[in-house]
């Protein structure tokens, strides 16, 4: 297997901390996806129908700034892993914006998630539909207590 990097998007540390483990266990990069204005707990309040996550999750089509990716790592990677929070059971849209900034067609990307309960099943739907170039492996939602060996499992199958 060639090189492998773990991208991931977290707001709160919950997908950060099963990024972390998944790079440890596989012994890929490990690459954080920022977006240039953080969002703040009232960005992240979907109760509030004028928050920013809901006004970016339910206004269309809509790509928030990222900060630069070390684009030369994400080139040489023949397997990605993709992290990211459930929002309305979706990945939020920074993780548009990236997909939208780089050609990951000549890799497997392995989609991963973190959320509350929901599962990664429907966000992993809408990535296919969006990003039909990609080899889409199925995803797994993870839990902060994820084990080494659950990991080897799943990333067996890239
Ligand atoms: C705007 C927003 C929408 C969310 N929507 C869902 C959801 O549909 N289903 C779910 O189970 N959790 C949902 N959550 C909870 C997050 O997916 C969960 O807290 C996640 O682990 C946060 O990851 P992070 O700490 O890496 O940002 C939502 C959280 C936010 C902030």
Redesign the pocket.
Same mark, same amino acid.
Request: include cysteine.
């Given at each position: 297997m060639g090189q492998s990097v773990v991208l !991931? %998007?977290?707001?709160?540390?919950?997908?950060? $901390?099963v990024a972390e483990k998944i790079a440890a266990t596989t012994g890929s990069k490990l690459i954080a996806i920022k977006p240039q204005q953080a !969002?703040s707990a009232s960005d %992240? =309040? &979907?109760t509030d129908h004028d @928050?920013r @996550? !809901?006004h970016e999750?339910h206004g269309g089509y809509v790509r928030p700034a990222i900060e630069p990716v070390d684009s030369v790592a994400v080139g040489q990677a023949t397997v990605v892993y993709l992290g990211?929070? %459930? &929002? &309305? $059971? /979706?990945a939020?849209r920074p993780i548009d914006t990236f997909l939208d900034s780089v050609d990951l067609s000549d890799k497997t990307v392995l989609p991963f998630? /973190? @959320? =509350?309960?929901?599962a990664i099943d429907e966000a992993v739907h809408q990535l296919r539909v969006d990003y039909p170039a990609i080899n889409w492996r199925d995803g797994r939602r993870f839990t902060s207590g994820v084990t080494a060996q659950e990991i080897r499992k799943w990333s067996s199958k890239a």
């Open positions: !991931y %998007l977290s707001n709160t540390g919950h997908t950060q $901390a !969002y %992240l =309040d &979907w @928050s @996550s !809901y999750m990211f929070p %459930l &929002w &309305w $059971a /979706t939020p998630c /973190t @959320s =509350d309960s929901s």
